[in-house]
């Protein structure tokens, strides 16, 4: 019974910073690949960051790159994405995803179909 829960999500002025955190139950982190997608609206879901399960190996879009941190807290069963420098191009719901076991990552985005268990995501708005 695996579920996924996002938080940290809000209205933000661009150049600021967000932290946004998936909480597993069901499962432990460590034992699964994880990703953070955005959808913006009228737009299609994409990878922003993703850290795979056995080796800590992590992808990052272009544009996130240098902003963006994904990072696995084993303590408390999480999966957090530090949003630096936020741009309103930001503005999207993101969601947290989940498969079991290593999910190898590579210089291209994974896709939707690789994750088997999603959260409910949560909104982030840049706007001055």
């Known amino acids: 019974q695996v579920q996924l829960v996002e938080s940290g999500g809000g209205l933000v002025q661009p150049g600021g910073s967000l932290r946004l955190s998936c909480a597993a139950s069901?499962?432990?982190?460590?034992?699964?690949?994880i990703g953070w997608f955005r959808q913006a609206p009228g737009k299609r879901s994409e990878a922003d960051a993703c850290i795979s399960a056995n080796f800590d190996g992590t992808y990052y879009s272009d544009s996130v790159k240098g902003r963006f941190s994904i990072s696995r807290d084993n303590t408390k069963n999480t999966i957090d994405l530090q949003m630096n420098n936020l741009e309103p191009g930001d503005t999207a719901v993101y969601y947290c995803?989940?498969?079991?076991?290593?999910?190898?990552?590579?210089?291209?985005?994974?896709?939707?179909?690789?994750?088997?268990?999603w959260g409910q995501g949560t909104q982030v708005t840049v706007s001055s």
């Open positions: 069901g499962m432990s982190v460590i034992d699964y690949s």
């Open positions: 995803a989940a498969t079991y076991g290593e999910l190898v990552l590579s210089t291209s985005p994974p896709n939707t179909y690789e994750y088997d268990y």
